[in-house]
Nanobody, 114 residues
Framework: QLQASGGGLVQPGGSLRLSCAASGSIFSIVSMGWYRQAPGNQREQVARIIRGGSTNYADSVKGRFTISRVNAWNTVYLQMNSLKAEDTAVYYC??????????WGKGTLVTVSS
């Protein structure tokens, strides 16, 4: 039900904007997040936005990445600036609903390389 897009190849220092939209209705979303998984690494949370307005970020992306959403709470974005080679990974979006259901997108590949 979630479709992530916006990944691609970018040079170090460049920017990308990831999007993730829900294709159907999801009951009462309480938070939306972005995760990433690099080859050989565990999946890690990159950013999260919580209903009520708070956001949190992994230390490695603070000041470079920004998570945002549309008012309808069915689309989430991740603006990624000053990209580094170590940001290379498959990025996944995740929605959490009030009834505890967990929804994941299929992932979009971000490659940072010159």
């Amino acid at each position: 039900q979630l479709q992530a897009s916006g990944g691609g190849l970018v040079q170090p220092g460049g920017s990308l904007r990831l999007s993730c939209a829900a294709s159907g209705s999801i009951f009462s979303i309480v938070s939306m997040g972005w995760y990433r998984q690099a080859p050989g690494n565990q999946r890690e949370q990159v950013a999260r936005i919580i209903r009520g307005g708070s956001t949190n970020y992994a230390d490695s992306v603070k000041g470079r990445f920004t998570i945002s959403r549309v008012n309808a709470w069915n689309t989430v974005y991740l603006q990624m600036n000053s990209l580094k080679a170590e940001d290379t990974a498959v990025y996944y979006c995740q929605f959490l609903s009030a009834n505890g259901m967990d929804y994941w997108g299929k992932g979009t590949l971000v490659t940072v390389s010159s």
